[in-house]
C-alpha cells in the first residue's frame, strides 16, 4: 500500500484566498510530481521536482508553485484562486529507473 | 519532445473477451519506461505494468500484457478475459531517462459488457 497522502480531500473556497494543498509521502522518494486532472479527462503535469531544492514546471502553464524543502513534502500553493482552478490535483511520487509512480487520493478544489 | 498518444477515447468489449487499448509515444532518448495505469470511477491511480525500453520481451502482470513495438514507438496494452471490474480509465505514461518528467496520456475509458 503506498504511503503517500493529500490534504485536504475536498476543499471549496472563494476567488481571490490563498490556498496551498499539501502532499505528503513516507517512502523516501526523491521525484514528486503534481498533476491537475478535470473528471475523466487527462492528467497534466504542472510541476515536479527531483529532489530536495529542485522544482521545475510541468508542460501544462500553471499559476501554481511549489517547494520542496523536505524530501517527504511537496505542498502546491494557489497565491489567488480563481474559478478556472476549479479541478482535481493528483500528487504522486516515485523512485528512480523502472519504478512507478504511487499516487495521492487526490483534492478536488472548487473555487466559487 | 516528449509525448504520449492515446487516440481511442472510448471502447466497448465483451466480458471474458480480450481488448488492446493503443498507446503511441514520442521521445528522442534512448533510454526511457512506458507504464500503464487504471483509474476507476472511484478516482485512484492503480498501477497495472511497465516497459523498460532496453528490456527484450514484453512485460505481462497476470492478465494485463504489454504488446511493445519500439521501431513503430508502440506500446499497447492487452486486457484477456474482460471483467466487469476492468471498466474504468486507462491512462498511457511515459519517463525519460534524461529528464525527470512522467507524462500521461489523454487515456481510454473502457466498458465491459456483461
Known amino acids: 500500500e503506498a504511503d503517500i497522502y493529500q490534504t485536504p480531500r475536498y476543499l471549496v473556497i472563494g476567488t481571490g484566498k490563498k490556498i496551498t494543498l499539501e502532499c505528503s509521502q513516507t517512502?523516501?522518494?526523491?521525484?514528486m510530481y503534481w498533476y491537475q486532472q478535470d473528471p475523466g479527462m487527462e492528467l497534466h503535469l504542472i510541476h515536479y521536482?527531483?529532489?530536495?531544492?529542485?522544482?521545475e514546471k510541468g508542460d501544462l502553464s500553471s499559476e501554481s508553485t511549489v517547494s520542496r524543502i523536505r524530501t517527504e513534502h511537496f505542498p502546491l500553493t494557489l497565491e489567488s484562486a480563481r474559478p478556472s482552478h476549479t479541478s482535481q490535483y493528483l500528487c504522486?511520487?516515485?523512485?528512480?529507473?523502472?519504478?512507478?509512480?504511487?499516487f495521492g487520493q487526490g483534492t478536488r478544489l472548487t473555487v466559487v | 519532445a516528449q509525448k504520449i498518444t492515446q487516440t481511442q477515447p472510448g471502447m466497448f468489449v465483451q466480458e471474458k473477451e480480450a481488448v488492446t487499448l493503443d498507446c503511441t509515444y514520442d521521445t528522442s532518448d534512448q533510454s526511457y519506461g512506458l507504464f500503464w495505469y487504471k483509474q476507476p470511477s472511484s478516482g485512484e491511480m492503480i498501477f497495472l505494468i511497465y516497459q523498460g525500453s532496453y528490456d527484450e520481451q514484453n512485460a505481462t502482470e497476470g492478465r494485463y500484457s504489454l504488446n511493445f513495438q519500439k521501431a513503430r514507438k508502440s506500446a499497447n496494452l492487452v486486457i484477456s478475459a474482460s471483467q466487469l471490474g476492468d471498466s474504468a480509465m486507462y491512462f498511457c505514461?511515459?519517463?525519460?531517462?534524461?529528464?525527470?518528467?512522467?507524462?500521461f496520456g489523454s487515456g481510454t475509458r473502457l466498458l465491459v459488457r456483461p
Open positions: 517512502m523516501g522518494h526523491d521525484k
Open positions: 521536482s527531483y529532489g530536495v531544492n529542485s522544482t
Open positions: 504522486a511520487s516515485r523512485t528512480g529507473g523502472n519504478t512507478e509512480a504511487f
Open positions: 505514461a511515459m519517463r525519460e531517462q534524461s529528464s525527470y518528467k512522467l507524462i
